[in-house]
C-alpha cells in the first residue's frame, strides 16, 4: 500500500480497476486492451439501465473476462443509492463471473484477489438491503479469499471499511468508530489522504448519530481539503452536502450561511436531487434565521425542481412545508390549496398514505387545518424519506432543525436519527458506503 493512487491510464483512471469503485484495484496487472475496451463498452450498455440485458442481447456480449468483471462491480456500486437490489443482483453477476474465472496471465492468488473485492461488494449490497446476516457470512469469505490471495492491503482496508458500514447498521456504532479510526491511520501512515478523509466522512456519520455532532462537524472540516475531486467527485460533492446539512440540524444558521457562500466551486459536483436538497436546506436556514420570503422563494423553487424531476414524494412534501411557512405567515387560503395540492401528488403516486391520513380527512370534514395539525401529520411521512422539512415555531433553534442522518459512502438510501417530538425536519447526511443504519422507532 502506498500514498498513492497508483499508476493512471490517459483518462486518469488508476490502471487494473474500475473508474468509479472506492478503491484501486491491484495494480499489477493491469488491464490489457482487450480487457480495457471490455470494460469501457461493458459500462456504457449498463449505464442504460437495462441490466445484463443490455450487454448480452443489445451488445452481444458474454458475462465473462475480466472487463465485464470490472464493469458489473463498477456498475453495482453507482446505483448503491438508487436501486439496491439491481446492486446486489449485479455484484452477484460479478462473483459468479469471478469464481469461474481462469488464473490465465494473472495467476490464482490474483484471481483471488478478484473474488475477495466481489465478496466484499456483495457483503456492502447484502448490507444495504438489509440482510445483515448475509453480509456477514460475505465479509467471512472476502477476509478468507484476502488471505489466500496475495494478501493486498487495499483489499483488506476495503473490508473493514464494509464491516465498518455493517456495524453500523447493526446499530454498534461504537465498532463502527472504532474500525474507521483503524482505517483512518492506516491510510494516514501510508500518506493516502484521500482514502483517510473518506474514512473520515464516515466517521461524521457515526459521530453524529452516536450523539456528537461537534465532533462530526470537526471530521468533515478534515476531510474535505483532503479529498481529491479527480478520484471520487461524488465522495466530495456528498462530503460538502454532510457539512451544511450537520450545520443547519445543529440550529449553526450563520455559519451554514457562509459555508452557502463557498459552494459555488461545487456545483458542477452535485446531482440534480442533491442540488435539490441543498436548496431545501438553504431554506431550513433562511426560515430559522428570519427571512421568510426568501425561504418561501427557496421552497417554491425546490417545489418546482422536484416537479421538473418527477419526483413525487419531493413535490408533494416540498407543497406541504410551503403551506406550513404559509400557515405561519397567516396565508391560510394560500396554504391550503398547497396542502391539496401535496397530498394529491401524494395520493396519486401512493406515497406516504399512512402518515397523512388524517390530514385528509379533516380537508375532507371541512375542517381548519392549522399548523400544530399540518406539523404532526407530515412528521412520519417525512421521516420515511428523511427529507428536510421546516422547524417548529415552539422551540429554540438549536433544536428546531432536530436531528439529522446521513448518507453512507457505501451506498443505501438515507439513515435517519431520533429527533426532539417538538421539532419537525429531518436532515439526512451521506455515508460513503450507502446508508443502511438501524433507524430511530416510528413516531
Known sequence: MNGTAGPADRRGRPLGCAPVLPYPAPASPPLSRREQAQLDKALALLA???????????????VAGRGVFEALLARSWAVRFDNPLEMAHLAELALDLVLHLPAGRAGARRVTDLQARAWAELANAHRICGRYHDAGRALEHASQAQQDGTRDLWIAARILDVTASL???RGNLQGALRNLQILTDCHLRTGDLHLAARAQVSRAVYARLNGKP???LRLLAEA???LDERRDPELLAQAVYNRLALLVSEGQLREAR????????WQPLFSP???LRLRWLEALAAFGLGDLTQAESLLRDVQRGYQKLRK?????????DLALLLLRQQRPDEANEQIEKGLQILRSARECASGLHVLELALDLKQEVDAELLEVEIRYA????????LPSPDAGLPRAFGCGGGLDPNGGGDLSLSKPPDSLGERSLLEPNGNRLAGPPAW
Open 258 to 265: 457562509a459555508f452557502q457562500g463557498k459552494l459555488a466551486p
Open 167 to 169: 456495524l453500523g447498521s
Open 224 to 226: 474535505l481539503p483532503r
Open 382 to 389: 417525512r421521516r420515511q424519506e428523511h427529507l428536510p422539512g
Open 312 to 320: 413525487s414524494l419531493g413535490t408533494g412534501l416540498s407543497s406541504l
Open 273 to 275: 436531487h442533491l442540488a
Open 214 to 216: 461537534d465532533t462530526a
Open 48 to 62: 442504460t439501465g437495462r441490466g445484463v440485458t443490455a450487454l448480452t442481447r443489445e451488445g452481444g456480449m458474454r
